[in-house]
């Protein structure tokens, strides 16, 4: 059910960035773009959230879902509207607010979806840990100083 509710708000979102986008054109259908806004959400759910936001991280997935809607966009695009420059730049303009929103997506997600016992770690090469610890030897050194100190004046 957490799925369908994340899939849910993603395909509303890409949806209203669809309908605001690529309805500028005489040529495009309320169907086609339907088709469009299903075909991103449901590729950039599988692929972006499923694998790569629990994976890599957010921005990494944020990035990633960026290339592979504009990717879709652009494609599915062509292939509904015809090749022109236009629907190369509406891609681009749809990628962008689509990565715009993607973050508070992946929030919703790692939160509902993944926090179920299996938080989502990023996987780092190199795990700094820094180490805290007393002294002990440094203390005995200054008390010893001021001892010899105190006893010469």
Partial sequence: MAHLKALGIK???ITVIVLSLFS?????????LILISLAT???SYLLGDMLVLRNLGNVTATISDFAL???LYWMLGSFFFGMSGPIVLTSLAAAFFTAIA???IHEYIRNQIFSDGQKAQPKTFRQVQT???DEMELGRR???DYEAK????
């Fill in 11 to 13: 395909f509303i979102v």
């Fill in 69 to 71: 809607s504009f990717l």
């Fill in 131 to 133: 180490e805290f610890a």
């Fill in 24 to 32: 500028i054109f005489n040529y495009a259908v309320f169907n086609n």
């Fill in 142 to 144: 200054n008390q010893k």
């Fill in 41 to 43: 959400t449901l590729i």
């Fill in 102 to 104: 993607e973050p508070f």
């Fill in 150 to 153: 105190k006893e010469r004046d």
